[in-house]
């Protein structure tokens, strides 16, 4: 998908978190997405390459970066499922002149069924990549959810 919008009077927070005006925004880029199933193996890509400016001085907006990315792989077995993703953010500018740098980030998933239970484990941000969604904000660090789940049999 291709895209352009203009936007007028959109409301963005200054560096001390007070709604302000912006009078004319323009954001413009290009979205592509794909999925195939190849045999027991799901795969799903998604990027987005935009540029999201104040249409009066052409600055770009905080926070937002010129490229996202997304990947996904994941194995179903019958009772046996693993997957991985890719996660990529592109550097933007934050306030008070900080420039973000772009980060990747990579997360497991793996799924266990057996009769009416379900275990599932996601292990976020595999290396314990240290990055800022925000300036003065610390992401979120390696994480392990294990969960059991059970479904009542027809």
Same mark, same amino acid.
Not at 36 to 63: I, K, P, S, Y
Not at 128 to 150: E, H, I
């Given at each position: 998908?291709?895209?352009?919008?203009?936007?007028?009077?959109?409301?963005?927070?200054? @560096?001390?978190f007070?709604?302000? %005006?912006?009078?004319?925004?323009?954001? +413009?880029?290009?979205?592509?997405?794909?999925?195939?199933?190849?045999?027991?193996?799901?795969?799903? +890509?998604?990027?987005?390459l935009?540029?999201?400016?104040? @249409?009066?001085?052409?600055?770009?907006?905080?926070?937002?970066?010129? *490229?996202?990315?997304?990947?996904?792989?994941?194995?179903? @077995?019958g009772? /046996?499922?693993?997957?991985?993703?890719l996660?990529?953010?592109?550097?933007?500018?934050? /306030?008070?002149g900080?420039?973000?740098?772009?980060?990747?980030?990579?997360?497991?998933?793996a799924?266990?069924? /057996?009769?009416a239970?379900?275990?599932?484990a996601?292990?976020?941000?595999? /290396?314990?990549?240290?990055? *800022?969604?925000?300036? +003065?904000? %610390?992401?979120?660090?390696?994480?392990?959810?294990?969960?059991?789940?059970?479904?009542?049999?027809?």
């Amino acid at each position: 998908t291709v895209f352009a919008a203009r936007y007028r009077d959109k409301i963005a927070n200054d @560096a001390n978190f007070v709604p302000q %005006n912006v009078s004319r925004l323009k954001n +413009g880029g290009l979205e592509i997405a794909a999925r195939q199933q190849l045999g027991l193996w799901a795969l799903a +890509g998604e990027a987005t390459l935009q540029n999201m400016v104040d @249409a009066d001085t052409e600055a770009r907006q905080l926070r937002r970066p010129r *490229q996202q990315l997304a990947w996904r792989a994941y194995r179903d @077995a019958g009772a /046996f499922g693993a997957g991985v993703a890719l996660r990529h953010v592109g550097a933007r500018p934050d /306030f008070g002149g900080v420039a973000l740098p772009s980060h990747t980030l990579v997360d497991l998933s793996a799924r266990w069924r /057996f009769a009416a239970w379900t275990w599932s484990a996601v292990l976020d941000n595999l /290396f314990d990549r240290a990055y *800022q969604p925000t300036a +003065g904000f %610390n992401g979120k660090p390696r994480s392990l959810f294990v969960s059991l789940a059970w479904q009542a049999q027809p």
